[in-house]
Structure formats: structure tokens, C-alpha cells
């Protein structure tokens, strides 16, 4: 039993459910970036030799220059200038890593805690306390209407076009249709996590996304006006079309009030389906698997299933009824604001050190840019239409 659990999987989830119980515990002291640093060196220690790895000094020392550049890549995306382009600190971390990969190379000594995915299932576990049922129920039944249609329709629209189209591999195309379709970077993160996917195709999803995101910020609020959409309408639009929070709510201010409100709540409830597209994706990967000689019992299914989704949904589930509404969406902010947030720039600072600019410049690169840029006008069209038929009498 315990010898099952030394996986990178099952260590991750654990760490991340460890970091929610510090945060309902003491939510001040899990605030404070300097006990962050702490806690998440010493979990990821504990863990690193609880898969059996030996050299600790080497991981430890490796973490903590790998944090310190996270830390840098989180500064930056908050410094008051950038922070309006609506760009996440996730961008800085992987241009941190990339620059470092780059010119002087990735040392030898840094190598043990550079492990991305070790970072990001631990992070999206965190992010499932965001995920909070009462806050999406809100939205109404017009909200989830449109958030289903939208996500369904835009995601299969995008993975056909990927694949039929532009000739775009399986795993690129789930990468691209998750990340238009559902919530840009943390859907890209999911899908990635849930089918074992390529850092290097992840990294330059991700860019991507929050590349096209900043002009979508301005364009779409500017495009809203001249049409004479209401601000529900606006917002509703804005909410599903747009890939990042920060940029969905940026861009709902540029409209009014009403319309930043209507954006957060369709951004949240399309973001409530990001557990069920993991899950769905990873069972389905998981039945595919890659090997054609392997029959997909149910013992195999369990074996590949991704199990991070397992402990996004216990936090979802934990931070939706079993913690007061007030309480629960109050921690929620102190996790993914702070331990998530730090988390995810820890994996794209090792995404980036991972990852030669030779492989984001590649010619062959151009298909999965054309390729995101149909289904994101696509989705523009589609959310537009769908937003005025159903927020247009309110």
C-alpha cells in the first residue's frame, strides 16, 4: 500500500492537500511569503525522499534557486504597470527559465528539483478550493447554460479543426481545445497533468494564451461598446471568451460594474468545469493509453488515472460544504493567491529550463498558432451569440 503511494502522483496530491490544512489552520502565517518558502521547501523535500530519491542536500539547494526565480517571476507580474496588461506570473517564469536555459544552460546541480509536473499537480490540487459551488450557483441556470454549451461546442470545434485542418497531433490538440475552450493557462495545466503531456508543448500553449489574451483584453470591451451590447451581454461575453481571469476582469472594468460582475461569474462557471473536462480527458486517455497490447481493465485505468483530479475535487468538495461560504471563498484566496500562485511559477520556471528556444521558433509551430487563433474566433463568435440570446431581456 505504501509502496504505492511513492509516486509522483499520489506525493503531489498529498502536498497540496497538506498546504489546504495548513491554510484553514493558520491562514495568516500560510500568507506570508518567507513561510511559504518554508513550508513548501519542506514538503517538497519530505516528498522528493519519499519516492526514494537520496540526494536531499542536492534537491534542497537546487529548490531553493528555483523558488527564488519563482519569487522573481511573481514580483514582476505584480509590479503596478504590468500588473494592467492582465499578464500572470506564470509568463515571467517561463521567460525566467527560458533566458536561463538559453545563455548559460541549466547546471547540473540544479537538475534534482527541477520537476515540473511535481509542482503543478500539487498547485492544481489547490486550485480546486477556488472551484466553490455556492459562488457558481449564483451565476444562475443562464450562466451554466451558456457555460456548458460554449466549453462543449468551442472545445470540439477546436479539436476538429486541430486535427482535420491543420494536422495538429492528439495531444496538442487536447492541449489547445482545453485551453480555448474552458479557462486558459489552469485548463492547459489540467489537460497537461491528466494526459501526461509534453512540458514543452504545455510551455508553448500557455505562452500563447496569455499572448493573445492582452489584446482580447482591449479589443473585445471596445467592440462591445460600438455594437450598443448592455453590460450583461458584455460581460457574459467577455467572461467566456477571454482565457484568464486577471484579463477578464481587467477587461470588464474597461465596460462598467455590471459587466466586470457578469465576467467573473461566467469566467467561474465555466472554471467549475474544469474538474469534469480532466476527468473526462483522463479517462479517456487513460482508456487509450499507449500501449494497444495493454487491455484497459480496471486496474490499468486506475494505475494511469491522473491523481491529482482526485484531490482537486476533495478540495472543491471540502471548501464548498463542509467550510462556511464566507470563510471558504476568504482561504481560497490566501491558497491559490499564495501557495498555488507560487507553485505554478515554481513548474514554469522548470518549463523553461527545460525548454530550448530552438523548439518554440520551430516553423512546424505556425499550424498550433493558426490553429488556436480559428477556434478562438470561433469561440468569439459563438460566446457573442450565445451571450445576447440568453442575458439580452436582463
Known sequence: MIKSLKTEDWTSTLIGLIILIFVTIAPTFMSNNIILFFVIGILTWLGYLFMGNTKSLGFL?????VFVLALAAKYLSALPEIKKTGLESVFFAVIIGLLIRNT??????MRPAVRSE???KAGLVILGSSIL???IMKAGALGLIQAVIVVFCVWYFSFWISTKIFKVDKEMSTLLSSAVSICGVSAAIATSGAIKGDPKKLSFVVSLVLIVAIPMMYILPWIAKEIGLTEEVAGAWLGG???TTAAVVASGKFIGETAEQYSVIIKSAQNVLLGVAAFVISLYWSMKGT???IRPSGSVLWERFPKFVIG???ASLAFSFLIEADSAKELSKIANKGAREILFSLAFICIGLETDFRYIFKKSNAK???AFLSAQGFNIILTLLVSWLLFKGI
Open 118 to 120: 511535481y509542482y503543478i
Open 291 to 293: 500501449n494497444n497490447d
Open 61 to 65: 539547494l537546487s529548490f531553493v534557486v
Open 104 to 109: 548559460v544552460g541549466l547546471p547540473k546541480w
Open 241 to 243: 471568451t477571454i482565457d
Open 133 to 135: 459551488f455556492n459562488e
Open 368 to 370: 498550433y498558432i493558426w
Open 312 to 314: 482537486f475535487i476533495l
